[in-house]
Structure formats: C-alpha cells, structure tokens
C-alpha cells in the first residue's frame, strides 16, 4: 500500500513544477518524503524533506521551512527507532 503512495506521489512535484507553483511544488516533496518514510527508505525521505526546506525557504515561508525541520528531525528518529541510518 505505501508503495502505491510513492507512486502516486512521485509525479505531484514534477507536475507542481511544470506548473511553475513552487509553493506545491514544496508541499508534494513533504509528502513524498513522509510517505518514504513510512517506506523505510530515511535517505530519500531527507532529500525530498531538503527540498521541502529549500523551497520553502526560497518562497520566505517560515512556517513551511519549521515544519520541513520537523519532518527532518522525525525522519532521523524513525532511522534511529528502526536501527537504520
């Protein structure tokens, strides 16, 4: 099952993007990120979750780039909880 939402989830930023809405575009790779997460894959959940941060960054969104800290600091501690860095 969260394999499919990976799949799914997969095509939101490149679509985001094509649109030119960097704002989805921040909030599809924070949903990407969670559901490899819930994958077990901590390497590529942290990169989605950096270019989360980034983009929010890049937009002033403070509020955006707090909660794309604490996705980073969840998905460090599901890699700590489960043994896998």
Known sequence: MIKREVE???NYPRTAKELGNRAAEGAAYCSLGIAYRKLGDYTQAIECQKQNLNINKELGNRIG???AYGNIGNVY???VISNKP
């Open 8 to 10: 799914y989830y997969e």
């Open 65 to 67: 780039e707090g909660g």
């Open 77 to 79: 501690h599901a890699s």
